[in-house]
Each structure stands twice: as C-alpha cells, then as structure tokens.
C-alpha cells in the first residue's frame, strides 16, 4: 500500500502540473522560457486586415487585451504559487484538507481567467461592427474561405 501511494502521489502531481502547465500556455502569448518552445497565441489584432478594423477600434482592442493580460499575470503569479506549494504538500504527503484548500484555490483562479478572456472578448465584441463580428466568428470556427478560393 505505502509503494502505491509513493508512485500515486508523484503521478497525480505531475498530471496536475501538466494540466495547468497547458492551460498557462493557451492563455499568456508571453515568451515562455528559453528552455521549451514558444507558445504564440493569435489574437483578434493579428486578423486585422482581414476585418478591416480601423485605428481606433485597434487602439481600444489592443486596451482590452492589454488589461486582460495584465489582469491574469497577477492571477497566474498567484496560481504557480499555489501550484508549488501543492507539490510540497503532495511530496511531503501533507495534510490532505490542505492539499484539497491549494486545489480549490488552484481552481478558482483558473476559473477566474477564464471569466477574464470571456469578459475582455464581450468587450471586444462591442468595438466590433455587425460584419466584422461575423467575419471574427468565421475565423476563430475556422471556417471562413480563402480568398480566390
């Protein structure tokens, strides 16, 4: 029983990490370490020309995601806190309401930047005209048609 929990605890922390790790990517277009590849997340601003946005609704776009991203690198700093000191929890096999305490912690900052992308994308959404709101939706199903094609 106790080689069990020696090899569980180590997978469920590593799959954990993981998780998260993936998440963490998908939602920072910052570099990531030199160390592991590049991770670049397209935003609303790189399709630009392709929904004629003008000046200034780039300005307020680039606002909105400015905030958004700011918003969440406090909220990640928090999380990989939090994800650190669950590990020790699980590698010194720590009190398990603590270990359940960082989980819940854990998940609710993540549930919070998800609540941040969406909020900024209805912002966005009102800089947007009917047309181009189409058009963005097309893109990101990615089912909008090449043109010529």
Do not use: C, H
């Amino acid at each position: 029983m106790k080689m069990s929990r020696n090899f569980i605890i180590p997978l469920l922390s590593l799959i954990i990490l993981l998780f998260f790790f993936d998440l963490y990517a998908q939602t920072q277009p910052q570099p990531q370490l030199q160390s592991q590849p590049q991770i670049q997340r397209k935003t609303i601003l790189d399709f630009k020309d392709e929904l004629k946005l003008s000046e200034a609704q780039v300005k307020s776009i680039k606002t909105i995601i400015d905030e958004l991203e700011r918003r969440n690198r406090t909220l990640m700093d928090k999380f990989l806190t939090l994800d650190k000191e669950l590990k020790e929890l699980l590698e010194k096999e720590g009190d398990l309401g603590e270990i359940r305490k960082r989980i819940r912690e854990i998940y609710s900052l993540r549930a919070d930047m998800v609540f941040n992308e969406i909020e900024a994308g209805r912002k966005i959404d009102k800089v947007l005209n009917k047309e181009q709101k189409e058009k963005w939706k097309q893109i990101r199903r990615g089912t909008i048609k090449k043109e010529g094609g």
